[in-house]
């Protein structure tokens, strides 16, 4: 099964991001955090960067939306070309009509979950969605530190994945490290954002490659 490394450009420069694109040419995507300062307590990109991102990105764009009412909002992010587009469930009014819509604009449909939020709600409808993202971190702020306590969570949506024999990504998001990829590796994991880890490293390429390689010694259990 395939082991994808997706950087975030949260923890790269961002007066030189098309220079720090072409740093990261290992990557499978590059992960965008769409913050709207409501949702979350922080304001980054929005859709005219993201628009201008997939123009000069040799890497197809995995945008994540942390943003209010995304019914109204994701499906430009879609029109815009991104390869994915993510948004939380507490923050949608329709997911899975709004999945849908983002699967009619040509994206890939994912579904976040923040921590505290329990996935038994969500498990019969997983099937709706080309991903779905455990937030292993509060979403807001990068370099914070991986939650350990949501792993139970990443399991019970590998068994379910499994189950439906969906294709069906499994992301985290949030202190990925080589000591931590390794451990959501093992409880499901197939899809990994790793900011700090790539981008201030001296070589990001090698970083994404020693993620890489984490990850994949440790096979989870659940798959």
């Known amino acids: 099964m395939p082991t994808r490394i997706n950087p975030s450009i949260l923890a790269a420069d961002f007066a030189n991001l098309e220079h720090e694109l072409g740093r990261i040419r290992n990557a499978d995507l590059v992960h965008v955090d769409v913050m709207d300062n409501h949702f979350v307590p922080n304001l980054t ?6 628009t201008r991102l997939q123009e000069v990105s040799p890497i197809p764009l995995d945008v ?30 329709e997911p899975i009509v709004l999945a849908r819509s983002l699967r009619d604009r040509g994206a890939r449909a994912g579904l976040a979950i923040k921590p505290g939020t329990p996935v038994e709600p969500y498990l019969e409808m997983i099937e709706e969605f080309d991903q779905v993202l ?26 379910a994945v499994r189950e439906s024999g969906a294709d069906i990504w499994l992301q985290v998001d949030g202190g990925i490290t080589a000591e931590t990829i390794a451990i959501a590796a093992e409880a499901g994991a197939d899809t990994f954002v790793a900011g700090s880890a790539v981008f201030t490293a001296d070589d990001p390429d090698e970083a994404i490659l020693a993620l890489r390689a984490a990850a994949a010694s440790h096979p989870h259990l659940h798959r």
């Open 45 to 50: 990109f929005g859709l005219q960067m993201v």
């Open 134 to 159: 455990v937030m292993t971190v509060e979403p807001g702020f990068g370099g914070q530190s991986f939650i350990r306590s949501t792993m139970p969570k990443l399991a019970t949506l590998a068994d």
């Open 64 to 93: 994540h939306l942390m943003m209010d009412d995304p019914d109204r909002w994701a499906p430009a992010y879609a029109e815009a070309g991104a390869f994915s587009v993510t948004f939380h469930v507490e923050a949608a009014s």
